[in-house]
């Protein structure tokens, strides 16, 4: 199949912005629990949404007294945190544009970004941030204001507006249109410098509504309960933006969570109780990570992996009748699914909190062995794709037929377009403006309404859409054959020693990897082998490691002819780190940096050394 299409589940709003559904749900049901907030004690609160439009309306009046304009651009830097919310849409009540940055970018990186982005303003969450802008405001003549969160940034800006009547706030928040340019968000960067993403009032109105009028079944445990969700995602990415907007326009309680280790997060999950969750592949493969090893820690890791089976065995037949092709799980594996449900995944859903039964996953690839397993374990990952380019979710899996191992069908209001070469193009309500001062990017990326994504995919007779790799990484062996390196890096890294793999080849006489092994998974490995985890140099030509990861590389190369295959390989004793500047904040793989930084390890696997 070449096209597929879904139609929209939703009219488009003709007027306003983004803000306005704070105060309507306000007027509406003032006293529904809009928000929880985690307080510095620890204890999480409700928030009201008439508590909320007034904390929004203040701040708002805050930010006009201090100077801030309608379509003047602010930008944010802090980790997710309840007061990011806040700030978002108190400047979009203004008509102002948050530009988000990372909170663990360089001054580099934040100098490019203030300086392309042409901000007025900007909002940090403590002093190493402002430490971070300080270097190099002298070269941001527009810079005028700075704000720090946790120096009680809130307060004194609501203290500053006090003068400022309510009907000034609510003239600059009708002269919004959905066209308006609501935030300016900046692309990764995987292969060059990043570019800003114009996104409107009506670019996150589509995302939002479509995939709220499609998935509102899901973001509840049971019919009856009030959805909420935990976010734990960047808020500066544009996917947790996206969640963002969606819960507070779908009226689904949210949460702010900063930290992504399982010391912090898992505890948070217990209190806060999601009914839904939203996150990359990355958090769904710890906690399942952290199920195994806590498995094997208790002598257990036998029936663990005997309950994966089950799970991943009962995921498939469901899986298989609702598409047709079988007739669901057999009476002797339900009662085996029965059986594990009360001593293996019941744990792993108290992991989450207790409610959650659907989850969303996007960002990059999901093993579809991993989806099979968390399905058949009670909690159903709808993975999907999309780009900062089309304001977060282009495709998802549907609830009703989900199907592993793919992205999933359009969101409501979406088409993919499969074009000769086998690049994936976008068009739908959701696709962004442009690039902020960059036509040139901005032609190359939009033909006539379409988004040429970059990526490499195909859809099936059923309109699913599964992303093979992107043009741009697309490896020429010296032979002359085109390899796509992320089938076999995501194989590799299936393996549960295995945090990243790099595939290299380009010019070469035959396909290599650099390989990195997570740390923790191998001090739990050699632990359950009596070993003591020895000097990473030392650790690397471990023989019985070696062979381990030989293991994961020969079951990836069975899924490939022989001219595409991982010929060699190298352990590294470093990791691929966002502070090394080897990772994207998002996670993704900065693959020229990794080949210059390790260009001796590469050079050595075509030595033979």
């Not at 609160?45 to 203040?58: K, M, N, S, Y």
């Not at 993919?416 to 070469?421: E, G, H, L, S, T």
Request: aromatic letters at 8%.
């Amino acid at each position: 199949m070449r096209e597929f299409t879904v139609p929209s589940l939703v009219t488009a709003p003709q007027v306003g912005g983004l803000a306005d559904v704070v105060f309507e749900h306000a007027a509406e049901q003032p006293e529904r629990i809009a928000l929880g907030r985690k307080g510095a004690d620890g204890r999480w609160r409700d928030v009201t949404a008439a508590a909320f439009r007034d904390e929004v309306l203040a701040l708002a009046k805050g930010l006009l007294a201090q100077g801030v304009r309608f379509g003047d651009r602010v930008a944010i830097m802090s980790r997710t945190r309840y007061e990011w919310t806040l700030f978002d849409f108190a400047l979009w009540t203004i008509g102002a544009q948050p530009v988000p940055v990372y909170p663990t970018s360089s001054p580099e990186q934040v100098f490019w970004i203030l300086l392309d982005a042409d901000v007025t303003a900007c909002v940090v969450e403590h002093e190493d941030h402002a430490m971070t802008i300080g270097s190099v405001i002298d070269r941001l003549p527009r810079l005028a204001r700075l704000w720090q969160l946790d120096a009680g940034a809130v307060r004194t800006l609501g203290a500053a507006g006090e003068a400022v009547a309510d009907e000034v706030v609510h003239r600059h928040r009708m002269a919004l249109t959905p066209a308006s340019p609501a935030s300016v968000i900046y692309t990764s960067g995987t292969t060059g410098r990043p570019k800003g993403c114009v996104l409107t009032h009506a670019n996150f109105m589509a995302e939002a509504d479509n995939v709220l009028a499609r998935y509102e079944g899901v973001f509840r445990s049971r019919p009856g309960d009030e959805p909420a969700t935990l976010l734990f995602l960047p808020l500066a990415h544009v996917f947790g933006r996206m969640v963002q907007v969606a819960a507070v326009r779908g009226r689904v309680k949210l949460g702010h969570q900063p930290q992504l280790t399982a010391a912090a997060l898992l505890p948070d999950l217990r209190a806060f109780r999601p009914t839904f969750v939203l996150a990359v592949p990355y958090v769904f493969e710890k906690i399942f990570d952290t199920a195994r090893r806590a498995a094997e820690s208790e002598g257990r890791g036998g029936p663990f992996e005997k309950a994966v089976e089950v799970a991943v065995r009962y995921a498939e037949a469901v899986e298989e009748r609702a598409f047709g092709t079988g007739p669901g799980p057999g009476a002797a594996l339900r009662v085996r699914h029965q059986v594990f449900d009360r001593l293996v995944y019941a744990r792993l859903r108290e992991a989450l909190g207790g409610r959650v039964r659907h989850a969303m996953s996007g960002g990059s690839a999901m093993d579809r062995r991993l989806g099979l397993f968390l399905a058949g374990a009670g909690v159903t990952v709808f993975e999907g794709y999309g780009l900062t380019e089309t304001t977060g979710a282009a495709t998802a899996n549907p609830p009703e037929r989900t199907r592993f191992g793919t992205v999933g069908q359009p969101v409501p209001g979406t088409t993919v377009y499969i074009a000769d070469d086998g690049e994936v193009w976008l068009h739908g309500g959701q696709v962004f403006a442009g690039y902020l001062g960059d036509p040139r990017a901005t032609a190359a990326a939009l033909r006539n309404g379409w988004l040429a994504t970059g990526d490499l995919g195909g859809l099936d007779a059923d309109g699913y859409l599964t992303i093979t790799g992107r043009k741009k990484e697309i490896l020429v062996t010296s032979g002359g054959k085109s390899v796509s390196p992320l089938p076999l890096e995501e194989r590799v890294r299936a393996h549960p020693l295995v945090s990243h793999c790099v595939v290299v080849g380009n010019d070469r006489p035959y396909i290599a990897a650099l390989v990195t092994v997570d740390m923790e998974a191998v001090a739990h490995w050699l632990r359950m082998r009596g070993r003591p985890l020895p000097d990473p140099a030392v650790l690397v030509r471990d023989p019985e490691l070696e062979a381990e990861v030989r293991r994961a590389v020969v079951a990836a190369n069975t899924s490939v002819s022989q001219a595409e295959s991982i010929r060699a390989f190298r352990i590294l004793g470093g990791q691929f780190t966002e502070e090394h500047g080897l990772l994207t904040p998002s996670l993704k793989l900065r693959r020229k940096a990794v080949e210059k930084a390790y260009a001796r390890e590469v050079e050595a696997l075509y030595r033979g050394g």
